[in-house]
């Protein structure tokens, strides 16, 4: 279901892109807009089926309205609505539909308007190729051209009679002079060329501006023609419509198409459109002998299937010099304007969804009576049927279709001059007759005549004869000259059609190598299909072999929760993060960052959550964020520390304008114990280092809320991160509160001193990437509280007690136990650090972990 579209056909294909659709985004630009406007549907008339087909380079942007014509194998699109707001168009692209390429032409920004609803034919004038481009409808205009009018609408847009020239060959717009009695602002009208090889074309019809600012239709009909950068314009007087006595009635948004046939002149069909009062025209209009400007018009009479639209495309495909067929695509079924309150009403149409509607065709004979008449009509239904392929078969049996391109049709001195011609050829008979007669009439009186006077007879009659052949003497001559102007002519067009014929044995070989192309790349598919097969039973067997693994380990460890591992080799974002070994990965992750609107990406299956910052990049970009939880691997953290989180790689395909927020959950209860939150840091350390294991080192900043289980802190730039807890050892010290505190302010010195060492050997951070600053309107405490209730149930059965050694198993049980039975005073908990005896710093110690992570990874060592 389409409408305001075009179908134009190019050998046996039409060819329909884009338009009004149903799922068509109502945005400037989206990812779901560039795949529908990157495929084009193709109709192969020979089977009746229609086929999609992926084109490749950038495709407009202006696909509702927009005007099309074609040149050989190019489709050339111009302007058009965008689908949204007021937003036009005013580019010039250009469809190869043999490479399925778009090509951008130049841009006309600085010379026209961006509208829709223009027209667009291709013309042929001064030894060039030509595009000619005529009003509609769209922004105000930028640029005003003095010959040119502008009308400024109630609705804020603005209709022009502008016009432009846009030379294939050189790519270069030209803005004409006009002469002649001009159309005024018009948009919605149909245009077509009326000459196979000229430079006429002609406009029907379409929404002119009444009253200053109003819209109405309109049934005037023009003619142009275009000469050294001149436009001359013509109006047509109106004829009558046989038997009727009517002149056509005025409309917009209708169809047409041009008939030629080689005993007649060009020929408008005309289909469809809505009338001054927004209501259907269903009728179908013949303009006959439009060259001559003496034309006449008539109805022929078709179905209400297919009259009763508005908003469709309508195309003439040649099937014979006595047969057309018209097919006409898709349009609107309805109009109305809805109420939207405030007094306020917006037009409303309705797409036709009868699938037998979408596409029909119309065959036109041109009949004994000198007159096109309906044959058959036929629906979708019809199409698929054996006789329409039949009927078809024989069609093409006597039809060249690559000749098309070569018809030319005599001009009107070529005309003159055959039939001079043709008369000299019969006055030469005459004479030929007249000087056997003459030469006879001489024998005769020859023997009539006797005496003196006979010299005298003679003498005249020889003089007359040497008059009259002097004469034929000379119109042999002019007869010869014109034959060799003749022979020229031939000459020259046997040397086009002899151009033709090797552009379209280029044509052959280039399709013959596609096909060779399209063979080879199908038997890449089929071989890639049956490694992608071989692939997955790999992994298959791999995931087997790992949960496995998994589950002795768990056993030996007599873990009570975890959650096997799982591996993802298919998201080629996570290029940058390959570089990590021996590790052991608990999931990874693939987000996307669009826009400049704040967003919150949840990742709290495997404790994590990434915030970003309003204009963190521009309202047309995206970013990708590739994020890796890992749970095992060889990491050094620094002394006196242990591993309260699992640690996260992170990398972005593009560096943001602001810091990432990163949330991290760990396992520490701060409920009631706020001071502990001190004794918790943020640990970073390079993906990619020259020898293993990974250093780990302390980064500064970041923030720890007693009523939540996550720790955040602000990064630009990333690399492994995690958190960790400090340890304090059992000392005794004399000096009590003293010694603490130089104790204290020696780790504070250290972790100043590692962090800088972090920053000079980390190749894949910057001295920004370091800095960190507390985020906004204190998120992570407002976002903790949703998960800190899951930790809080998971604390009733590990106790929340501190990270200790491996060591004995039931030792461990009966220490949680006993610290589940223990209450300390209330000064010790919101003033000790954590509590743990003294282990290895290594990450294959046993820690302990809240329920938001101990339910999704399983640790290593655990």
């Keep these: 279901m389409r409408a305001e579209h075009k179908a134009p056909v190019i050998g046996e294909s039409l060819y329909l892109w884009a338009g009004a659709q149903v799922d068509l985004p109502k945005v400037h630009d989206s990812l779901q807009k560039r795949e529908l406007t990157s495929r084009i549907d193709v ?24 005007s099309c014509t074609t040149s050989h194998s190019n489709i050339y699109y111009f302007g058009g609505w965008c689908g949204h707001d007021d937003c036009y168009h005013n580019t010039l692209n250009v469809l190869n539909t043999i490479k399925m390429q778009w090509t951008s032409c130049s841009n006309a920004e600085q010379s026209l308007m961006k509208k829709f609803r223009a027209g667009m034919i291709s013309l042929e004038f001064d030894g060039a190729e030509y595009l000619v481009i005529i009003g509609g409808v769209g922004s105000t205009p930028t640029v005003y051209h003095p010959q040119f009018q502008y009308d400024q609408l109630k609705s804020g847009r603005a209709r022009t009679n502008e016009q432009l020239l846009y030379n294939v060959s050189t790519g270069q717009f030209t803005v004409p002079s006009v002469s002649g009695q001009c159309c005024p602002p018009t948009d919605g009208f149909i245009i077509e060329k009326i000459t196979t090889t000229g430079n006429r074309g002609v406009i029907f019809g379409g929404a002119v501006t009444v009253n200053g600012d109003e819209s109405t239709a309109t049934n005037s009909v023009y003619i142009f023609s275009v000469t050294h950068s001149i436009i001359n314009w013509e109006i047509l007087k109106p004829g009558a419509i046989p038997n009727e006595g009517l002149w056509p009635m005025e409309r917009d948004t209708h169809a047409s198409a041009i008939i030629n046939g080689d005993s007649t002149s060009p020929t408008l069909v005309v289909i469809g459109g809505m009338d001054k009062k927004n209501e259907l025209i269903n009728e179908c209009l013949l303009f006959d002998s439009i060259t001559t400007g003496q034309y006449s018009c008539r109805k022929i009479p078709l179905p209400e299937s297919v009259t009763s639209r508005y908003a469709h495309s309508l195309t003439a495909v040649t099937m014979s010099p006595h047969c057309v067929c018209l097919v006409i695509v898709g349009g609107f079924e309805e109009f109305e304007l809805e109420d939207v309150g405030g007094g306020k009403k917006v037009p409303m149409n309705t797409f036709i969804i009868d ?34 392929q039949e009927k078809y078969q024989s069609y093409s049996k006597t039809r060249t279709w690559w000749m098309d391109q070569l018809i030319e049709y005599p001009t009107e001195r070529e005309m003159k001059l055959q039939r001079y011609i043709q008369s000299l050829h019969e006055d030469l008979q005459v004479a030929h007759e007249s000087k056997v007669s003459l030469q006879e009439a001489l024998v005769e009186a020859n023997k009539q005549v006797k005496g003196d006077d006979s010299n005298d007879i003679m003498s005249s009659v020889l003089e007359e004869m040497t008059l009259e052949q002097e004469k034929l003497i ?3 001559q002019i007869i010869t000259e014109d034959n060799e102007k003749l022979k020229l002519k031939i000459a020259d067009m046997e040397e086009k059609e002899e151009q033709y014929l090797k552009e379209k044995q280029i044509i052959i070989d280039d399709n013959q190598n596609l096909k060779t192309d399209i063979s080879e790349k199908d038997k890449v598919i089929a071989k890639l299909t049956s490694n992608e097969k071989q692939i997955i039973t790999d992994l298959k067997e791999k995931d087997l072999h790992i949960a496995k693994l998994v589950k002795e380990r768990q056993e030996r460890s007599k873990v009570t929760s975890s959650i096997g591992l799982q591996f993802n080799y298919l998201i080629p974002s996570m290029d940058k993060l390959d570089c990590l070994s021996d590790v052991q990965v608990a999931e990874r992750k693939l987000f996307l960052i669009q826009g400049d609107k704040p967003q919150l990406m949840n990742w709290e299956k495997y404790g994590l959550r990434i915030g970003v910052q309003k204009e963190s990049l521009l309202s047309s970009e995206t970013v990708e964020a590739a994020v890796v939880a890992l749970v095992g691997g060889e990491f050094q953290f620094p002394p006196n520390t242990v591993l309260v989180s699992a640690v996260y790689a992170v990398s972005l395909s593009k560096p943001l304008l602001k810091r990432l927020i990163l949330e991290i959950q760990h396992c520490i209860d701060l409920t009631g114990r706020p001071a502990l939150s001190r004794h918790l840091k943020f640990a970073i350390a390079p993906v990619s280092t020259p020898s293993l294991p990974y250093q780990f080192s302390l980064v500064k900043g970041g923030e720890f809320k007693a009523d939540s289980w996550y720790g955040s802190i602000q990064r630009k730039e990333f690399c492994l991160v995690s958190i960790v807890g400090e340890k304090r050892l059992p000392k005794s010290s004399a000096n009590g509160d003293e010694s603490e505190e130089e104790e204290e302010e020696q780790e504070e010195q250290a972790e100043e001193k590692t962090e800088e060492e972090v920053e000079d050997g980390n190749s894949d951070s910057s001295s920004d990437s370091d800095k960190t600053k507390d985020p906004p309107g204190g998120r992570s405490g407002e976002q903790g509280e949703s998960t800190s209730n899951e930790g809080v149930e998971e604390e009733e059965e590990i106790g929340g007690q501190p990270l200790h050694e491996e060591g004995n198993e039931e030792q461990d049980n009966e220490r949680v ?39 999704n990874m399983a640790y290593a060592g655990l």
């Excluded at 086929?51 to 380079?57: F, Q, V």
Aim: proline content about 5%; glycine content about 4%; some cysteine.
């Design 43 to 66: 109709y192969q008339l020979s089977t009746a089926d229609w086929s999609s087909h992926l084109t490749r380079g950038t495709p407009p942007l202006g696909v509702i309205g927009y």
């Design 355 to 388: 699938t037998n509607r979408l596409i029909m065709i119309i065959e036109l004979v041109y009949s004994e009576a000198g007159e096109w008449i309906v044959q058959s009509v036929l629906d979708a239904n019809d199409l698929t049927s054996k006789n329409y």
């Design 474 to 476: 000379e119109e042999k």
């Design 817 to 855: 136990e006993e610290s589940k039975d223990h209450e300390e005073p209330q000064h010790e908990e919101e003033t000790a650090p954590i509590p743990c005896t003294e282990i290895s710093s290594d990450f294959t110690s046993k820690v302990v972990v809240s329920t938001g992570i101990v339910e």
